[in-house]
């Protein structure tokens, strides 16, 4: 059966990502530092929740901030708001060109992200509103298998008619076993990948 959709995670497949900015910002802000350091620092914290849309941006911040011993203050959600940005990276080019390959082929691309809210207006526009998928408006988190399913009905098709690209092994084995052609991200062979699976020649 032919591909119809190829559906793309965003962080390390669209753009690079860090929490390097965000956890720098902590740590000017922490009145303990070596407590923060003994906790690893901001990527141990529990997104999870602010992802599957639990919590509101006012409150994933003041969470962060209790955790860290961070002062909450007027200016603290713009300011975590804005060292998030500053981890979203420039665009891989083999990322866009496939994109706009398999457009050419009248395959749709879309986007399954967990994502953080906060981010949300780094990659949307990218795909029409409603091939935009993410884990705060689902309620659900990559690899559970019903987030795949919830886009499987939304683009209304059958899940061998979709190719899953994402950077996590983990995601991609869920999806392949719903019988989604899945894909590991690779910059250097994304484009090879793709077309291995349109011309079932993989």
């Known amino acids: 059966m032919a591909i119809k959709y190829c559906v793309w995670d965003v962080g390390q497949v669209v753009y690079p990502f860090s929490l390097d900015y965000l956890d720098e910002w902590a740590f000017s802000k922490t009145v303990d530092k070596a407590d923060f350091q003994n906790k690893g620092g901001v990527k141990t914290f529990d997104y999870n929740p602010y992802m599957l849309g639990k919590e509101d941006d006012a409150v994933f911040c003041e ?11 007027k200016q603290t959600v713009f300011e975590i708001s804005q060292a998030l940005h500053k981890g979203v990276g420039k665009f891989f080019d083999e990322t866009i060109e496939t994109m706009k390959i398999l457009s050419q082929k009248g395959i749709q691309n879309c986007i399954l992200s967990n994502a953080l809210p906060m ?3 780094t990659a949307a526009h990218l795909v029409a509103k409603n091939y935009l998928f ?3 408006q689902l309620g659900l988190l990559k690899p559970n298998p019903e987030i795949y399913e919830k886009v499987r009905q939304s683009l ?3 899940f061998e008619e979709i190719i899953f ?3 996590k092994e ?9 019988g989604i ?22």
């Open 181 to 202: 052609h899945g894909i590991v991200f690779n910059p250097k062979t994304i484009k090879n990948d793709c077309e291995c699976i349109i011309q079932e020649n993989c």
């Open 170 to 178: 983990r995601n991609v084995l869920s999806a392949k076993n719903l």
């Open 165 to 167: 690209v994402d950077d």
């Open 134 to 136: 993410t884990s705060y």
């Open 156 to 158: 209304g098709c059958g």
């Open 63 to 73: 969470n962060l901030c209790l955790e860290y011993n961070i002062p909450f203050e």
């Open 119 to 121: 981010l949300e207006d």
